[in-house]
Every structure is written in structure tokens, then in C-alpha cells.
């Protein structure tokens, strides 16, 4: 009650704010220190190791068949995922179903889908025009109606999107299910005591709320996807980013420098899909509380949610911020 | 009453609802429960249920909490489907066909033809159940064009005046988080409105209100009713009953027990239980 009273100007509602100090933080400050010793080490090593050869990175970064190769990763990411999540979406509401027979195909599907290594199943995708060559709209045992040469339409592409999209739809159908469990029984009932159908009512009320708690998780699923598509040289496809830089490095015998080239790209492809994921997130919150992420509070509540409908069967990620 | 009923736990049959009693429903009916029983498993919920609700009446459901009010409700837009019993709008069977099968069984309406029945049916909840992704706006507009399909901007039209006749115009574009629950529940009042319903189910609509915002509720309640609206409210707001209800009907463990004006019901109890079920509520 002594010296304080330096006239600071009263606020526009009449009080005098509380002129504060912060507390001393040492932490933060040793802390910092000590991790920018640390990047100094990393740049200085980066840059005066000779064995990364800067120079070839350079000259290859934006080699054609390196950037053809990241069009073609982005172009199986997101086609894949496309198909996962129609994939998903379908097994969930058969998963959801009244209709014991559909709650059957979908939890068959999963347990398929899910058990196979990925890796075998592009295999088996890249050789379905051996196992199938002729696929045949008939009756079974009885005539045939139409028959298409399987050869003619799976080519080592589509054969690489289906392949990742399937087994993709078995990890997804959980994640959505989970979402849709997660959005409250009144909002059902309140969509039927309205006459809404019961596809109007998932496609219009149901969806688009479960969105909010499937999106984070969707988020990591592609970029785990992004990754995954370095395994198409099962199928085999041979023209993703991964192939396309150990075939250079192999015609070179230089690996080192083209591993590098390969990671910054996947690392550039993760960062625009995180822009995209944010949007999305941004989009889907709309109406609840944690509308404006700018505070970081709305961060928590929205992982809260998604910790509540359990659509990240795993601790999640930590989830990073724009 | 049906001679091969084999649960004796329910006098009628649920495939075989009763025959209608006795007199012709007046035509100005618009609902009419007729012996309804509904169990939940073990549970014998709504035990021999009749309500006659007349065009333009107000019925005030009463009872303590677990009596089956909410079940009762919730049977008339079927959320629920009456185990035994049937009930009728506008002199329609809702759920079945309007005549039995040769072999005495009841053909049940699809899912479509079941929505088409509720479409005429508001109802308003407890706990308002907005579309929180939807703005106040959206969530009126929702189910004229999506169930009706009337064009956007008739839809929008409809909905501006609908949210301004609760008091709300200027909430149109906000988001149900962004409302207080009296806003929330005029808002759910306005969304039932919006499909030209032909009565209205209230499911205790302001016994999730903070006291102060009890009143604006019941005030678009009131103006409902005066306007002609056929209601059901269930509500342990006596006051409102006393102002409002043409009938009283008093529920306790699933049976009617007592029902009249607000007169004969709320001022001349006959019965111990409704006896004690205003001493607690008054
Ligand atoms: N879906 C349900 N499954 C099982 N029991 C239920 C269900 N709905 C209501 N009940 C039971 O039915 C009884 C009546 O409930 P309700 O109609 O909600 O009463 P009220 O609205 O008068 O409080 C309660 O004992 C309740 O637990
Ligand atoms: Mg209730």
C-alpha cells in the first residue's frame, strides 16, 4: 500500500490494471541455451560433413523423375485415402446396422483387411490378373452376362490405390465408427421426431459432427499413408517418389544424398497436408465451443473430444499447431 | 381385448392392438391413445394409457419423475413403439397399416412411411437438442428442405420469421453454443414449428432452464396455444397448467391415474399420490 501508486493511467473501465512482473524462469533460459548449442552442432556437422554431399541433393532435388515421383505419392496418398474413407464410412454404418448380415460383412472385411500385412496384400493386388484374369457379371453356376479381361482395366496403379485404399478402410471404419458412436443419441432423435430419413440424418447430422473428433485422426492415417506408399514397389509400381530416388542412387552409388532429397520432400508433402488438416479441423468445428484455435485453449478441448470418442485407439500424437 | 394374448404381463396382445372403444372418436380428435402398455424388457413402463386430445386443446401431463411421461410422449411420434395399444392421429393407426391382416396380424409401416407420420408431429426436449454445427438459422431450415424439399430461400423465408415470432430474429446466424438455454429452446420450439406440424409434444421444455429464463419459454409456449396449437406438455410448471391446460392428466408408475381441468386435478386432488405429488411441486 506504499509506492505503487505512480499515476497509471485508469482503463477505459475506470480501474487501474495490475502492473506485474514476471516471475523468474531460469529454465526456459538454460534450456535454450542448451538447445541452441545443439542446432549449432547439427548445422555445422551438416554442412562440413562431406558424405551428405550437398551438392548432389541439389542437382537432384528437382530431377524430373524425382518431382514426377512426388506427384505420383501425392496422386496414390490421396486416391488411396479417398477410397479408404468411402470404404470406412460404409463398413461403419454396416458395422452400426440393424441388419445382422450387413454387421457381418463389415466385421469380416476389418478382420481381413486389417490382419494381412500391407505389404503382402499389394503383393496379392499386383498379382490379381494372374489369380483373376477374367471378371464375370452372371449368375453364379449359370449364364454369363458380361465378362471384362481384369487385365485390361487393373493396371499396376489402380492395382497400388486399391491395395492401400482397403487396407487403409479396415483401420479407418474403427476410427469412424467410433466418431459416429461419439455424437449424442438426442441428435437422432431430434432429426426423426423431425421426419428426416434415417440417410438424411447421417449424411446431415450424424457425419458432419463425427467429423470433428475423425479429422485429427484422419490427419495422421494420411500422413502414415503418405509413408506407406514407399511399399508400392510390392505391386510392383515404380514410379513413387521412394522408387525414383533409389533408382538414381543406385545408378550412382551414392545413396546418402538422395535419401536426403527423398526425406525433405516427404517432409514438404507432410507440411501441406497438415495445412489441409488444419482447414479441415477449422471447417468441421464450426458451432462448437473451440471454434477459433487461435488461443491454443480450443486445441485442448478439441483433443479432449477426440480423447472422448476414441477415434485415436493409441495415445495420440502430440498434436502440432499452425 | 384379444383371447390368444400369452403375456399375462400385457392384457392385449402387441400384434393385435385393441379394438377402438367403445363410442367413435369425436372427429376433432387429433390424438388418441388407446390402451397403450409399453415394457422395456422386464420393465412394465406405460400400463393401459388412454389420452383423447381434442384439435386446439392443451393437455398437461403431470407425474413424478420415472412415471412414464416421457414414454407416453415418445410413443405418440413414435420413438417408441407401443408394446400393446394403439394410438391414432387424426383418426390414422400410427405405425400399421389401418387394417389388420386376414390373419388377424398388423402390417408395419416402412421406415419412410413412419418419418411421413412424424413429419406432422412437433417435438420439443428437455435438453433442446440443436444441431450444434448448424447456426440457429440452419437449424430451423433443416427439416423443410431436406424432408420437404421446399427451395432454400422459401425455407430461409419461413425460418426468419419463424425465429422473429420467438423473439429470436436477431440470433438467426448464431451458433446453438453461442445462445443461452432459453434462446437454445425457442430456437428448438421455432425448428418444430418449421414443419407445419399439426400438434406439438413438449417433453418437460424448461426443466433444463436456469429459473430466470423459465418465463420466456412459457411465454412462446402460451402465445402457441392461444394461436390454436394442439399441445401435449409435460411440465411441473402448475402455474402454466392452471393458465393453459384444458386437461390435466396425472401419471403415476405408468398407469393414468387422475385427469380433468386444471380445476378438478390441481385444486381438488382425489387420490393420495397426486395428493402428495402437489404437496411436493406446489
Ligand atoms: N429406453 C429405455 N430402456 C429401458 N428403460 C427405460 C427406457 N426409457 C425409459 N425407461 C424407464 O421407463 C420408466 C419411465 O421413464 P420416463 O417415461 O422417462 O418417465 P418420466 O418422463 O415420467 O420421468 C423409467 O423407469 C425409465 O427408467
Ligand atoms: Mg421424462
Redesign the pocket.
Known amino acids: 500500500m506504499s509506492t505503487t501508486q505512480t499515476p497509471a493511467p485508469a482503463d477505459a473501465q475506470g480501474y487501474t490494471p495490475i502492473r506485474a512482473k514476471a516471475a523468474p524462469r531460469p529454465g526456459t533460459w538454460i534450456s535454450a541455451a542448451i538447445t541452441a548449442l545443439l542446432v549449432l552442432g547439427l548445422i555445422s556437422f551438416l554442412v562440413t560433413n562431406p558424405v551428405l554431399e550437398w551438392g548432389t541433393v541439389a542437382t537432384y532435388l528437382f530431377d524430373i523423375k524425382v518431382v514426377q515421383g512426388v506427384g505420383w505419392t501425392l496422386l496414390l496418398t490421396v486416391l488411396s485415402m479417398v477410397l479408404g474413407t468411402v470404404v470406412a464410412l460404409t463398413a461403419a454404418v454396416m458395422r452400426r446396422s440393424d441388419n445382422p448380415v450387413l454387421r457381418g460383412v463389415s466385421w469380416a472385411y476389418i478382420f481381413v483387411f486389417r490382419g494381412i500385412p500391407v505389404y503382402t496384400q499389394l503383393v496379392f493386388w499386383g498379382l490379381f490378373t494372374v489369380i483373376v484374369p477374367k471378371l464375370v457379371i452372371g449368375v453364379p453356376f449359370g449364364p454369363e452376362l458380361l465378362s471384362f479381361s481384369t487385365r485390361d482395366l487393373l493396371t499396376a496403379f489402380w492395382a497400388a490405390v486399391i491395395g492401400l485404399g482397403l487396407n487403409e478402410g479396415a483401420y479407418l471404419a474403427e476410427i469412424i465408427r467410433s466418431g459416429l458412436n461419439s455424437v449424442d443419441k438426442g441428435q437422432t432423435e431430434a432429426s426423426k421426431a423431425l421426419g428426416m430419413s434415417n440417410g438424411q440424418i447421417l449424411r446431415r447430422i450424424i457425419v458432419p459432427q463425427a467429423m470433428r473428433v475423425i479429422v485429427p485422426p484422419l490427419g495422421n492415417e494420411t500422413i502414415g499413408m503418405l509413408k506407406t506408399t514407399s511399399l508400392v514397389l510390392a505391386v510392383p509400381f515404380t514410379l513413387d517418389l521412394t522408387f525414383a530416388t533409389n533408382g538414381i542412387a543406385n545408378k550412382l552409388f551414392t545413396p546418402i544424398p538422395l535419401l536426403i532429397v527423398a526425406a525433405l520432400w516427404y517432409l514438404a508433402i507432410t507440411s501441406v497436408l497438415m495445412v489441409g488438416q488444419h482447414f479441415l479441423e477449422k471447417h468441421f468445428g464450426r458451432g462448437f465451443d473451440d471454434r477459433t484455435p487461435a488461443t491454443g485453449r480450443g486445441t485442448r478441448s478439441r483433443q479432449a473430444a477426440v480423447n472422448r470418442a476414441g477415434t485415436t485407439p493409441h495415445d495420440p500424437l502430440p498434436e502440432v499447431e499452425l | 381385448m384379444t383371447p390368444e394374448s400369452q403375456n399375462p404381463q400385457h392384457p392385449q396382445n402387441p400384434q393385435h392392438p385393441a379394438e377402438p372403444s367403445a363410442a367413435p372418436a369425436s372427429s376433432t380428435a387429433v390424438i388418441q391413445v388407446e390402451g397403450v402398455h ?1 415394457s ?2 422386464d ?1 412394465h ?2 400400463k393401459d394409457c388412454d389420452l383423447t386430445v381434442r384439435s386446439g386443446e392443451v393437455a398437461v ?1 403431470v ?12 410413443c405418440i411420434n413414435q420413438l ?1 413403439e407401443p408394446t400393446a395399444g394403439r394410438v391414432l392421429i387424426d383418426g390414422v393407426v400410427q405405425g400399421y397399416d389401418s387394417d389388420p391382416l386376414p390373419d388377424g396380424r398388423w402390417q408395419k409401416l416402412t421406415s419412410a412411411q413412419i418419418a411421413a407420420q412424424r413429419s406432422r408431429i412437433g417435438m420439443v426436449f428437455q435438453r433442446f437438442h440443436l444441431f450444434p454445427h448448424l447456426t440457429a438459422l440452419g437449424n430451423v431450415m433443416e427439416a423443410p428442405v431436406q424432408v420437404r424439399g421446399l427451395p432454400k430461400a422459401a425455407a430461409e423465408k419461413k425460418a426468419r420469421a419463424l425465429l422473429e415470432r420467438v423473439g429470436l430474429a436477431d440470433r438467426a446466424d448464431h451458433y446453438p453454443s453461442e445462445l443461452s438455454g432459453g434462446q437454445q429452446q425457442r430456437v428448438a420450439i421455432a425448428r418444430a414449428l418449421a414443419m407445419d406440424p399439426e400438434l406439438m409434444l413438449f ?2 421444455p424448461t426443466s433444463a432452464l436456469d429459473p430466470e429464463l423459465v418465463s420466456e419459454v412459457l411465454t412462446v409456449l402460451k402465445d402457441l396455444a392461444a394461436d390454436g396449437m394442439t399441445m401435449v406438455v ?1 411440465t411441473h410448471e402448475m402455474g402454466f397448467a392452471r393458465e393453459v391446460a384444458d386437461q390435466v392428466v396425472f ?1 403415476d408408475e ?1 398407469r393414468i391415474l387422475e385427469r380433468g381441468t386444471p380445476e378438478q386435478v390441481i385444486d381438488h386432488p382425489e387420490s393420495e399420490r397426486l395428493k402428495g405429488f402437489l404437496a411436493s411441486v406446489l
Open positions: 409399453k422395456f424388457g420393465l413402463v406405460l401431463l407425474g413424478p419423475s420415472g412415471s412414464g411421461k416421457s414414454t407416453l410422449l415418445r417408441e417433453d418437460e409435460v401419471m405408468g
